[in-house]
């Protein structure tokens, strides 16, 4: 009777520690592009807000200016685009004013919109004060 040798057990795993390394190679790529999308959404959301912090803040400047009276939209206006923004929406009441903003941003190559809301005024304008 012929004896047969006992087979090796890791002769029948060659190549799983390559794909197991390129797995791992591959969720780390996701999940990098996961930080990337993020980090560009949050910035963009940051200019938004600034936009319409600024924006507000000169049409409100403009509302209660003895020098240079105007139009606080039109200020408003002139501050968002110069911030890279797009003036939507702008109401004035009383001394207040309020605007929103949108910016046009990539994240991750697909062209989206990050949107920002800002009220300026006299704080004594304020509902319940």
Known sequence: MRSVAPRRVYEDDRG????TALGVVGVLLVLAL???GLAQ??????RARTAADL???AGATVVSSVTAPGDPCD???RVAGANGARLGECT???EDVTVSVTV????LGVPRHAQAQARAGP???????
Do not use: D, R
């Open 92 to 94: 004035v009441k009383g």
């Open 34 to 36: 996961g930080v990337i």
């Open 41 to 46: 959404a949050q910035a963009a959301s940051g």
């Open 75 to 77: 200020a408003a206006q």
């Open 55 to 57: 924006s507000a803040l």
């Open 123 to 129: 704080l004594n304008a304020l509902p319940g004060l």
């Open 104 to 107: 046009p941003v990539e994240v």
């Open 16 to 19: 799983a520690g390559t794909v």
